[in-house]
């Protein structure tokens, strides 16, 4: 069996990091761990944390840091991450929260932080077309589109929009994007933790990136 791992997936929103992270779970046999999926249950929940955190996500806004520290601390603190690992997708997207994330997982850490690399415009038009399954939540594409307009291919599911892809809020993400999360990039350059990997091609082509870039990491700490 292939060896676990620790890694974070940074990108903007649409660099494609669900797809990367369900394939790279799979491949090394972890849990993917999607702060968005996480969030968006809770609104569906009705509770207040739930309907909080949809105020937030409508608007294009960040959920605040403390909230989402103890929505990961917990999920992490899971059985199913404590032997093998997880892929963190949408967590860190600050400096605080990797500087809290580095404490929750002392003393071993992060094994690698990886930057899906996409210009702003193709993100755009990712976003613009991305459409989900109402039932089982597979994503679908430009570069991923189901094999009949509208239908998921896994499960026959309703292809929807999601609420958070209006052009407003799609805006004013990749805006706190830049302002909140590329100072991350810096932060875990510094601390020789990030590897940027081109996110443009096929998901096959991509994925074959990011495992070259993990497993050379890995070899060359000798795990």
Known sequence: MVPGVRLVLLGKQGAGKGTQ???????????????????RAATRSGTDFGNKADEYMRAG????????????RHRIDQHD??????ILDGFPRTVAQAEALEKILAPTGLDLVL?????TEVVLERLASRRVCSVCQANYGIDSPPRYAGICDHCGGELIQRDDD??????????????ATAPLIEWYLTRDKLAAVDGLGAPEKVSARLIRA?????HRLGH
């Open 21 to 39: 992270c369900v394939r790279l779970s799979r491949h090394y046999v972890v849990p993917h761990i999607s702060t968005g999926d996480m969030l």
């Open 214 to 218: 993990i497993d050379n990491r890995r």
């Open 81 to 86: 991450t404590r032997g093998r690992g997880f």
């Open 61 to 72: 806004e960040l959920v605040p840091d403390d909230v989402m520290i103890e929505v990961v």
């Open 166 to 179: 209006t052009e407003e809020a799609i805006r004013r993400r990749l805006e706190l994007y830049e302002s």
């Open 115 to 119: 930057d899906l690399e996409v210009a």
